[in-house]
């Protein structure tokens, strides 16, 4: 096993266009977050997935953002009518227990133009 | 105001000194997690500490829980430039199980 991969690494977009991102997690892991980073800041939930069911989501996460877990496998973030404050990196983990704790990708860099 | 407050933000020592970083919070943890993140990458966990009062060693890291389970403290003896990165603390707390808090991270910068 590879670890967590997401994908893209980085996305360039201009102001008002929609972007998805791709996250796999470890595949024994059923749990499933995607969290926010901002320069200088620590991550911030926005979501998390036990299998295919989105059993938490942050106030963060606004009616433009929306997340999946099909099949409880790989997972998708996608982000509509994107702003610049959406500007960020994006990361996903995933874990089989919190204790055992989480095991991040290596994030997607998101710049709006 | 984060639930998990770290300090400091930034710190900037030369190779050999030793040093701490705090997490604290008002909020009682049923764990709580350190990381490590390089620019670019993903946190790496370090260590989890579950018990009041439990103190976990990882070679030149000392992680210490409090009694309270509302802070955690990580030490580092006889620092070296690999030890250069964000070190966040990160606690599930007691009615949220299923997810972490982070802190804010502190920005360490060891020189040679």
């Known amino acids: 096993d590879t670890g967590v991969s997401q994908d893209p690494r980085h996305k360039i977009t201009k102001r008002g266009q929609n972007v998805t991102f791709r996250c796999d997690p470890i595949s024994e892991h059923n749990r499933l977050y995607w969290y926010r980073q901002t320069l200088g800041q620590g991550p911030e939930f926005l979501t998390y997935f036990q299998n295919e069911a989105q059993l938490e989501k942050s106030r963060l996460l606004s009616d433009r953002f929306s997340a999946e877990r099909p099949k409880g496998s790989f997972s998708t973030l996608e982000i509509q009518r994107t702003e610049q404050g959406d500007s960020a990196m994006y990361l996903c983990?995933?874990?089989?227990?919190?204790?055992?704790?989480?095991?991040f990708g290596s994030g997607t860099r998101l710049t709006v133009v | 105001t984060q639930l998990l407050e770290q300090s400091p933000q930034f710190l900037s020592i030369q190779e050999g000194e030793n040093l701490t970083v705090y997490c604290n919070s008002s909020?009682?943890?049923?764990?709580l997690q350190w990381y490590r993140q390089e620019p670019g990458e993903g946190p790496v966990l370090l260590v989890t500490v579950v018990t009041g009062g439990e103190v976990k060693k990882l070679k030149r890291l000392t992680f210490q829980f409090g009694d309270a389970r509302k802070d955690s403290s990580l030490h580092i003896t006889a620092a070296q430039p690999g030890d250069t990165g964000l070190y966040l603390c990160a606690g599930a707390l007691r009615n949220a199980g299923n997810m972490l808090t982070f802190g804010g991270g502190t920005r360490l910068m060891v020189k040679p």
């Open positions: 909020s009682v943890f049923s764990s």
């Open positions: 983990a995933s874990s089989a227990t919190v204790l055992g704790g989480y095991t």
